[in-house]
Each structure stands twice: as structure tokens, then as C-alpha cells.
């Protein structure tokens, strides 16, 4: 019946209360707001013990509000209030602690300073620090199992790795009488079986670093001289650039010629092979590619640069040629164009430094002379500069690293330092000295732990500078026992 009649009056109204319980008291004409305003007032002061009270309702009321019960908070992990400030002169103990008491639970007393001593409404710094918990016994976190240093706090790193260790001393010296102090020749090179080639005045000769035997490949006579040395890949054979613009091939373990080849005008200082192609460069600004397998001196002719060719490398996959020149300009080309895909103009001086990163494709590396003084980074998908780093001398040579992502450059004026860096941080690992001329020659081992370094000083110096593959632990310095010179020749 009850129910019947809320249905009619359309009011919703509680358990327990009816209509008769509300009135509708409209404002007075007389009064200053419009009589469409209503208020809606209860009658019964009764009533309202009964909506107050949920307990004395015979129904459960849902609410959709929810407080917290601080006993259950773990407030004290924060610690909320570890420091008070000094409580004020006369101030009341029994009110603090009933304030205390009031606002945090009386469960919570263990958390704040003796009373008397602090105010509630003046939290230290730290608020809302966390602190960490100490498990009981029965916790499968216990320290009892992972141990005291164990926990998930943020405070709780790794101590940073130490820096690799890079000897500062070369572990072998080699005198090399002759060795020119010219930026644009190339004059060493290091063989994939572990033969160091190097050019002297007009003579070849081959040092073998397993047991340090020195063996004479050739001599070109008074008329001539050495200008590039070259190791194919699978190190047999040797390509030798002369004065004279010849290019000649060698086979490195019977010290035979295999092949001379010519084209050149002038004299050939830079070679370069991929898997079946011998490009050279010139000082009359021409590239020439050889195939030795067919009769003509050369299958194909680049012609881009405007002086002299110095710098000359092919990428890993043998698809791109990057050459530089001492009209600084960066060219590259592809196997099948007579015209370079990229000209990259960005140097300021003569560009003999180029290197292709092992570990990235299309990542191409190129140092500029000494008005320049940069290693330039770039993307030859797009031809974009990656990156660009003022090194404050010279760059004569780069190489990257086989066994970590890290390069070395050698430099000449005015330092004549060797400076390993990482990429692509380029924060540098190691800078080493010990050379009094400009370090213009620049070869690295099978095994891409070492390098050796030429300069006009008439030294080839061995550094180990790159840890191994399988164990990239520090390289431990071999001291001086091993800084005695030996003749190359």
C-alpha cells in the first residue's frame, strides 16, 4: 500500500518516511525573489535522527563514498612527522595529544616525538618519504634469504662499470728508415694473415708479426718510388701504387709480380679492393678500377674530384666507393654509375681519413686536414650528417674497431696524438703520444686488437688498444720490457 502510493505521488522517497513528512512552502509575494524559488524543509525533527542514522533503518544503505581506515594505512612507512618543530611557550600537552589522537588514531602515538615536544601541524622536509619495511621471518623477502644488500629500492644500483684500461706505452717499436712524411701517400698496411706491409723510399718490405721475420719484396730502382701499399682481402696478394702512376701486384707469399697495370699520369697514392675490384687514385684527380681477371689497364674511369685523389675506401658489402680528395670534397659512388651518387662538401680541408663502420651499414666516417680538423659522420642512405666533432688537429687516418663499436684516429699537426673514442657518444676512450712527427700511416691487426702507427719519425709503433671479441677485458700493459727497437729492414 505503501509502495503503491509513492508510485502515485512520482516521489522517491526513503524507508520510513511519507509524504505527509515533507512541505512545500512557497515565498511570499511579498518578497523579494520570484515566487518560483521553493525550498523543501522536513517536518519532523524526528525524521531526521531516522535519515541520519543508518542503524536505526531496518534496510542496510549502500554509499558510494569510502574512508580509509587509518589503522590499516601503514602511515608510518612515510614517516609522515620524524622531526617537530620546538612546540610553542604554554602551549597544552593534553590538547596535543588529544589532536594527535583525533586526527592520526591513537594506534599511531609510536610515531611522534614525546608529547610536549612538537606539533602536529609541522612536518619535517621529508614528508612522504618512504622507508623501507623490515619483513618477519616468515616473508619469502626475508633477509634471511636474499641476503642483507637485497631490497627494491630505487637507492640500490649497480656501481658503475670502471673505465677499459688502454696502455699509454706502444708494446713494440720498429725503426723504419725512409718511411716519407707525406699526407697523401699511404705507405702501411696489416694483411688478414697477419703481414705487415710497409713502403720505404723504393722498396717493399714485409714483416711478419708471428715471428717478426722481415722479408724484402721488391725494389723499384732509382727511378721510382713506393706511394700506396694495399692488401686484398684474403691477404695473398699486394697491390703497390708507384711515383710514376704505375700499379703493380704481388703475390705476398712467393714475393712474385703478378700483374702490372697502368693508366695514371702521375703518381698513384691510394689503393683500394673490394672482393674482385682494385680501384685507384691519382694525383690527376682520377679513379681507375681494375679487374685484373680481363686484359685492359682498367675496366672503368670516376672522374669527379678537382686535385688529388688521397683518400680511398670500399664498404664491407662492396657496393659503395667513398673517396676523398684534396679539393675536400667526400664522393661517393655505387658499382654501377660513372657519376658519384653523393657529394658531400662539408670539410674544409683535404679529406684523406675514411672509414665504413663494420657494425652499422650506410655509416661512413671521414676526417678533414688541418684548416679542418673534424670527424664527420655521415648517413649514405639520405647523405645526412650524423655528427660532426672538432678534434683540434689534423686527422690523417680511421679506423673502426672489429670487436667493439669504438674508432681510432691518428693526427698530425699540431698534437701528433692517437685517440680512441666511443660511438656514438664519441666520448673519448684513450688519447696516446709518443710520435714527434704527424702519425700519417695507420694499419690494424687480424685480430682488431692492435694498430700500428707510422709517422715521419721513422717509427712504426704497436698499440693495444681494442680488446678481443670473446673476452673484452682490460688489456694489461706490457710495460717497457718491449720498448726496444728493431730494424724493419
Known amino acids: 500500500m505503501e509502495s503503491s502510493q509513492r508510485r502515485k505521488s512520482g516521489l522517491n522517497l526513503p524507508?520510513?518516511?511519507?509524504?505527509?513528512?515533507?512541505r512545500l512552502e512557497t515565498s511570499s509575494p511579498s518578497s523579494p525573489c520570484s515566487s518560483s524559488f521553493r525550498s523543501i524543509s522536513i517536518s519532523s525533527p524526528r525524521m531526521i535522527s531516522s535519515l541520519s542514522s543508518p542503524s536505526s533503518s531496518k534496510s542496510t544503505i549502500c554509499s558510494d563514498r569510502f574512508i580509509p581506515c587509518r589503522s590499516s594505512s601503514r602511515l608510518h612507512t612515510f614517516g609522515l612527522m620524524e622531526k617537530e618543530s620546538p612546540a610553542k611557550e604554554g602551549g597544552n600537552e593534553a590538547y596535543c595529544r588529544l589532536l594527535k589522537s583525533e586526527l592520526f588514531g591513537s594506534d599511531f602515538g609510536s610515531c611522534f616525538s614525546p608529547a610536549g615536544q612538537g606539533s602536529p601541524m609541522s612536518p619535517n622536509k621529508n614528508m612522504l618519504r618512504f622507508k623501507t619495511e623490515h619483513s618477519g621471518p616468515n616473508s619469502p623477502y626475508s633477509p634471511s634469504?636474499?641476503?642483507?644488500?637485497?631490497?627494491?629500492?630505487?637507492?640500490?644500483?649497480?656501481?658503475p662499470k670502471p673505465p677499459r684500461k688502454v696502455p699509454k706505452t706502444p708494446h713494440k717499436v720498429l725503426d723504419a728508415p725512409s718511411l716519407q712524411d707525406d699526407f697523401y701517400l699511404?705507405?702501411?698496411?696489416?694483411?688478414?694473415?697477419?703481414?705487415?706491409?710497409?713502403?720505404?723510399?723504393?722498396?717493399?718490405?714485409?714483416?711478419?708479426?708471428?715471428?717478426?721475420?722481415?722479408t724484402k719484396l721488391c725494389d723499384l730502382g732509382p727511378n721510382d718510388s713506393v706511394c700506396a701499399v694495399q692488401w686484398t682481402r684474403e691477404g695473398s696478394y699486394i697491390s703497390i701504387g708507384t711515383n710514376l702512376g704505375q700499379v703493380q701486384?704481388?703475390?705476398?707469399?712467393?714475393?712474385k709480380k703478378v700483374r702490372t697495370v697502368g693508366g695514371h699520369q702521375t703518381r698513384t697514392g691510394v689503393l683500394a679492393w673490394n672482393s674482385r675490384i682494385l680501384s685507384s687514385g691519382s694525383r690527376d684527380r682520377n679513379i681507375l678500377q681494375h679487374d685484373l681477371r680481363v686484359s685492359s689497364d682498367?675496366?672503368?674511369?670516376?672522374?669527379?674530384?678537382?686535385?688529388?685523389?688521397?683518400?680511398?675506401?670500399?664498404?664491407?658489402?662492396?657496393?659503395?666507393?667513398?673517396?676523398?680528395?684534396?679539393?675536400?670534397?667526400?664522393?661517393?659512388?655505387?658499382q654501377h654509375s660513372q657519376q658519384p651518387i653523393l657529394k658531400l662538401t662539408e670539410h674544409t680541408a683535404a679529406v684523406k681519413a675514411i672509414a665504413w663502420s663494420p657494425h652499422q651499414s650506410n655509416l661512413l666516417a671521414s676526417g678533414g686536414g688541418t684548416a679542418d680538423r673534424c670527424i664527420r659522420f655521415w648517413n649514405t642512405t639520405n647523405g645526412h650528417q650524423l655528427n660532426n666533432i672538432d678534434t683540434g688537429s689534423q686527422v690523417c687516418n680511421l679506423s673502426w674497431s672489429k670487436n667493439v663499436n669504438e674508432i681510432v684516429s691518428t693526427h698530425g699537426y699540431s698534437q701528433n696524438q692517437i685517440m680512441v673514442w666511443k660511438y656514438p657518444s664519441?666520448?673519448?676512450?684513450?688519447?696516446?703520444t709518443g710520435h714527434s712527427f704527424r702519425v700519417l700511416y695507420l694499419a690494424m691487426s687480424p685480430d682488431g686488437q692492435?694498430?700500428?702507427?707510422?709517422?715521419?719519425?721513422?717509427?712504426?709503433?704497436?698499440?693495444?688498444?681494442?680488446?678481443?671479441?670473446?673476452?673484452?677485458?682490460?688489456?694489461?700493459?706490457?710495460?717497457?720490457?718491449?720498448?726496444?727497437?728493431?730494424?724493419?729492414?
Not at 701486384?249 to 714475393?255: E, I
Request: include cysteine; charge should be negative; glycine fraction near 10%.
Open 298 to 334: 682498367y675496366v672503368s674511369k670516376l672522374v669527379g674530384h678537382k686535385s688529388e685523389v688521397c683518400g680511398l675506401k670500399w664498404s664491407h658489402d662492396d657496393r659503395e666507393l667513398a673517396s676523398g680528395g684534396n679539393d675536400n670534397q667526400l664522393l661517393v659512388w655505387n
Open 15 to 22: 524507508a520510513g518516511m511519507n509524504e505527509t513528512s515533507l
Open 145 to 159: 634469504i636474499l641476503g642483507h644488500d637485497s631490497g627494491f629500492s630505487s637507492e640500490a644500483s649497480t656501481p
Open 249 to 255: 701486384v704481388w703475390d705476398g707469399t712467393q714475393c
Open 450 to 489: 692492435t694498430i700500428v702507427t707510422g709517422a715521419g719519425d721513422e717509427t712504426l709503433r704497436f698499440w693495444n688498444v681494442f680488446p678481443s671479441v670473446k673476452t673484452p677485458t682490460p688489456v694489461k700493459d706490457t710495460g717497457l720490457w718491449s720498448l726496444g727497437r728493431t730494424y724493419i729492414r
Open 426 to 432: 664519441m666520448a673519448k676512450v684513450a688519447t696516446l
Open 186 to 214: 699511404n705507405l702501411v698496411d696489416w694483411s688478414s694473415q697477419n703481414v705487415l706491409a710497409v713502403g720505404l723510399g723504393t722498396c717493399v718490405y714485409l714483416w711478419t708479426a708471428s715471428n717478426s721475420k722481415v
